[in-house]
C-alpha cells in the first residue's frame, strides 16, 4: 500500500440470502449488495460515493467501519488488514474510524443528554481521563463544530434542538476521538435545504483542522462536486466510474454517469432524451448478468455487453471507467455542465 493511501479495499463482496415462498416451494435468492469492488482512499482525501439507493454505497461503507461482515475481500486500514482481526483487535481500531449517519432523528439517544451522547465514545476508548476531563472535551468538541457556547447545548436533550443541531451534535461525537477517517452517510439528506449548507461547510472546516479522510455517501451531484476531491460512481454493487471530480462531472465516460449528470444538469434535455440516455429500470441487486451489470439499461450495449463483464479501464490520470463502449459514449456532449 502506497504511503499516501490509508484505506485500500480489494475485492470486496457482500451476499445476503433472501428466502421468498412457503415451507413446501422455498425459493432462495442471493443479493450481491457489493460486488468485487477494488478502490482506495489517499490520506487528507474526501472520496465521493454516488449511485441509486441500493448499489452498496452504504453497505460498502458499513463493512469499512466494520459494522458489517464482508463476505470476501480484503479492507486495509492504515496498513491493518481489518478482515481478519478478531473482535477485541476490531475494538481497538474503532477509536481511528467513525461514521455520520443519515438521520439525526434516529441516531442520538433521546433519553440522554447531550453531553452523555457526544462523552460515550471517551467512556468506551478513554477511559482513563477524568470525568472533567471529558466534559472540556465535549466543550471543545461541541464549538468546534459551531455550537457555541458549548454551556447551552450540552445540558439539553436532543428533542430540544433542531434538526441541523442534532446533526452537528453527531458530528462532534464522531470528531472526539480525533479519528483518522470519517464514513459520512448522506448527512445532509434528512435536512431542510437553508441548513445544508452550514454542515456541510462545517465538515470541510473540520477536515482542514484535523487532516481527516473522508467518504461521503451522496445521491446528490452537486453536494459531491462541492465536497468530494474524487467521486467512485456505483450501480449494482459495482464501480463503473472513479476519478477527479471534475472529469466526473464534466466529462462523465460511462453511459450510466452521463445519465446522473444530465439530470442535474439539464432537467428538460433528459427528459426530452431520455431514452437515448438511459432505459427505464431500477437497481436489482438479484439480477446478476455475466455481462455488464448496467446492460439491461443502456442504449449504447453492444454483444460484448451482454456476455463480457468490463474490467476497470484507465482512460486519463487517475480516471477509470468500467465500459466496452465508453470511446463512442464520448463523443455525446452534455448540453450544461455543473
Known amino acids: 500500500m502506497a504511503k499516501d493511501v490509508l484505506i485500500e479495499i480489494k475485492n470486496l463482496k457482500k451476499t445476503f440470502t433472501k428466502k421468498t415462498g412457503n415451507i413446501f416451494r422455498r425459493k432462495i435468492t442471493h443479493v450481491h449488495a457489493v ?34 461482515k464482508e463476505s470476501s475481500g480484503d479492507i486495509i486500514f492504515d496498513g491493518t488488514n481489518l478482515s481478519k482481526l ?26 440522554m443528554r447531550i453531553l452523555d451522547i457526544i462523552m460515550e465514545p471517551l467512556n468506551a476508548h478513554e477511559k482513563g481521563l477524568s470525568y472533567e476531563e471529558k466534559v472540556v472535551r465535549v466543550q471543545d468538541a461541541v464549538e468546534a463544530i459551531d455550537l457555541k457556547p458549548a454551556e447551552d447545548f450540552i445540558y439539553r436533550y436532543p428533542h430540544q434542538l433542531s434538526g441541523g443541531q442534532r446533526q452537528r451534535v453527531a458530528i462532534a461525537r464522531a470528531i472526539i476521538l480525533e479519528p483518522l477517517f470519517i464514513a459520512a452517510d448522506e448527512p445532509t439528506s434528512m435536512l431542510d435545504v437553508s441548513v445544508r449548507a452550514g454542515i456541510l461547510n462545517a ?29 467512485a460512481v456505483m450501480y449494482q454493487g459495482r464501480v463503473v466510474e472513479i476519478g477527479p471530480t471534475k472529469k ?5 465516460s460511462h453511459p450510466y454517469t452521463k445519465a446522473l449528470v444530465s439530470v442535474v444538469a439539464d432537467l428538460n434535455y433528459f427528459i426530452e432524451n431520455k431514452e437515448s440516455i438511459i432505459l427505464d429500470g431500477e437497481v436489482d441487486a438479484t439480477i446478476v448478468h455475466e455481462g ?11 454483444s460484448s455487453c451482454h456476455s463480457h463483464p468490463p474490467e476497470l479501464e484507465k482512460i486519463e490520470n487517475q480516471h477509470y471507467v468500467s465500459c466496452h463502449c465508453h470511446l463512442d459514449i464520448n463523443d455525446q456532449k452534455l448540453p450544461v455542465s455543473l
Open 35 to 68: 460486488n468485487n469492488v477494488s478502490l482506495e482512499i489517499n490520506k487528507g482525501e474526501i472520496l465521493g460515493i454516488i449511485g441509486e439507493s441500493g448499489c452498496g454505497k452504504t453497505t460498502t461503507a458499513r463493512m469499512i467501519m466494520r459494522l458489517m
Open 86 to 111: 478478531n473482535d477485541a483487535q476490531t475494538n481497538k481500531m474503532r477509536k481511528k474510524m467513525q461514521m455520520i449517519f443519515q438521520d439525526p432523528y434516529d441516531t442520538l439517544n433521546p433519553g
Open 203 to 231: 465538515l470541510l472546516s473540520l477536515k482542514k483542522k484535523m487532516g481527516l479522510t473522508m467518504m461521503f455517501i451522496t445521491h446528490d451531484l452537486s453536494t459531491a462536486s462541492y465536497m468530494c476531491d474524487r467521486i
Open 248 to 252: 466526473i462531472i464534466h466529462n462523465p
Open 292 to 302: 455488464c451489470p448496467f446492460v439491461s439499461r443502456c442504449p449504447h450495449q453492444e
